[in-house]
């Protein structure tokens, strides 16, 4: 039974992996999210049997049905990887529910999870592409944060400072830090989408977890952008999609932020 679980949250995720490949490409140029997918290259309507989700991809080889043209392999490991991050976020969370288990509020809870990730991707994939983190994810995530936390007042509730207090102060002092970069630089080192989404990271995850975040983000992003440059890919002048590394570590400590603070602090100590 569980495994027919798995496989419908793998599959969950690859369908929406779908949608957003389809939001991040559309939300940076502001075009509307409605109406059928296209070919790039013939402009055919795909139809529903050429969507369905890494399977088409494979039984197409990746090409139009119509004039036979390539498409990105970006559908492809968008869909794939968005199933996995899916089924990573409900072994973290709901793997050892029982199905007589589990309860009306974790399915709100596995539910919000999935809510955040798929807009991580929509974030991931934008900046990674345009250099852009579209208003409209962060404003879901602002929105999708309050209905939550309205929520959890009639769910399972932690005290009064962790639904409102933590989440609030962790989101002031990210954002003000970056704020403060934005200023400083004139927006040379950070953007004002990066300041939005380490506010939206900050109420995601409270305090401290929020500096797990940032650290890996940080650290991750020096890495790769050194290995570019190292490369002859990027210079020190070259614009870094930073959002993506945020996202990128958003959904690392929001699976094992308690787990990296532990290891940390053992370090220190």
Do not use: H
């Not at 602002?142 to 962790?170: D, H, T």
Request: hydrophobic share 55%; net charge positive; aromatic share 20%.
């Amino acid at each position: 039974m569980f495994y027919l679980i798995y496989f419908f949250i793998f599959f969950l995720g690859a369908a929406l992996g779908s949608f957003l490949n389809v939001a991040a490409e559309r939300l940076p140029q502001e075009k509307s999210l409605t109406g059928r997918s296209r070919c790039e290259s013939c402009g055919r309507k795909l139809e529903f049997w050429d969507l369905v989700p890494i399977f088409s991809f494979l039984f197409l080889r990746g090409r139009c049905r119509s004039c036979g043209e390539k498409f990105s392999w970006r559908y492809f490991w968008t869909e794939a990887g968005a199933g996995v991050l899916f089924l990573l976020a409900f072994w973290k969370f709901a793997g050892n529910f029982t199905l007589s288990g589990v309860e009306g509020w974790d399915f709100i809870a596995i539910g919000y999870l999935f809510f955040a990730i798929c807009l991580l991707v929509i974030i991931f994939l934008s900046d990674l592409k345009y250099y852009i983190i579209p208003d409209e994810a962060i404003l879901a995530g602002l929105i999708g944060f309050a209905v939550y936390k309205l929520l959890s007042l009639f769910g399972r509730p932690p005290g009064g400072w962790e639904i409102l207090g933590n989440p609030l102060l962790a989101a002031f002092v990210a954002g003000g830090f970056f704020l403060a970069l934005v200023l400083i630089s004139g927006g040379r080192w950070m953007g004002w989408g990066d300041v939005k989404l380490v506010f939206l990271m900050g109420l995601w995850l409270g305090w401290p977890n929020i500096l797990a975040a940032l650290f890996l983000a940080f650290l991750s992003g020096s890495v790769v952008g050194l290995g570019l440059i190292f490369a002859g890919r990027k210079t020190l002048k070259s614009q870094v999609p930073f959002g993506t590394f945020l996202a990128a570590s958003t959904f690392v400590v929001l699976l094992w932020g308690q787990e990296i603070l532990k290891w940390y602090w053992g370090l220190m100590g």
